[in-house]
T-cell receptor
Framework: DTGVSQNPRHKITKRGQNVTFRCDPI?????LYWYRQTLGQGPEFLTY????????KSRLLSDRFSAERPKGSFSTLEIQRTEQGDSAMYLC?????????????FGEGSWLTVV | KQEVTQIPAALSVPEGENLVLNCSFT??????LQWFRQDPGKGLTSLLL?????REQTSGRLNASLDKSSGRSTLYIAASQPGDSATYLC??????????FGKGTRLHILP
């Protein structure tokens, strides 16, 4: 069990460029979550998947954001036409199964700086 | 809409003291509550998970309690150490499987 892996860990991009982050969850975890965290705030829910199905998207996720989990394993989060307000840490998390009993595990996050 | 509040936002205590962090949530229909630790610039590390049917969980010097009906949880840290300095986050999971976080308590243990 290697934990939740996120890449890249850091990304600096110019405003208007597209960026993509990848998340590899713990194997056999069928639930995968994306969160965004800015300085001094708690993580804010963006979206989550059960296997390959995207179950919910937050209002925070504008049409410039898209997330996929094509084979129910790794997931990507793409931000198109980045804006300075997108600068944040993007956290991925996974957990196994349904119901209340299972701990959620987080990756180390991907830092995005839009200049 | 579930809202999670953590008080205080920041706390400094001398090494060796016991301390309590507070978490409250507006919708008591939760499946579980989880406490996390976050070091600066890092991801989140799970500390304790309390099921909705449980009252408390313990791990080492940490004890978390849950009063679901009143929408409250506390994280008790005994005999604090400088290495405990971090941000502590509380998160609740509802029936829709969303996990909602508070803004955290920044804890600083003074050597």
């Amino acid at each position: 069990d290697t934990g939740v892996s996120q890449n890249p860990r850091h990304k600096i991009t110019k405003r208007g460029q597209n960026v993509t982050f990848r998340c590899d969850p713990i194997s056999e975890h069928n639930r995968l979550y994306w969160y965004r965290q800015t300085l001094g705030q708690g993580p804010e829910f963006l979206t989550y998947f059960q296997n390959e199905a995207q179950l919910e998207k937050s209002r925070l996720l504008s049409d410039r954001f898209s997330a996929e989990r094509p084979k129910g394993s790794f997931s990507t989060l793409e931000i198109q036409r980045t804006e300075q307000g997108d600068s944040a840490m993007y956290l991925c998390a996974s957990r196994h199964g349904q119901g209340g009993g299972n701990t959620i595990y987080f990756g180390e996050g991907s830092w995005l700086t839009v200049v | 809409k579930q809202e999670v509040t953590q008080i205080p936002a920041a706390l400094s205590v001398p090494e060796g003291e016991n301390l309590v962090l507070n978490c409250s949530f507006t919708d008591s229909a939760i499946y579980n509550l989880q406490w996390f630790r976050q070091d600066p610039g890092k991801g989140l590390t799970s500390l304790l998970l309390i099921q909705s049917s449980q009252r408390e969980q313990t791990s080492g010097r940490l004890n978390a309690s849950l009063d679901k009906s009143s929408g409250r949880s506390t994280l008790y840290i005994a005999a604090s150490q400088p290495g405990d300095s971090a941000t502590y986050l509380c998160a609740v999971k509802g029936g829709d499987d969303k996990i909602i976080f508070g803004k955290g308590t920044r804890l600083h243990i003074l050597p």
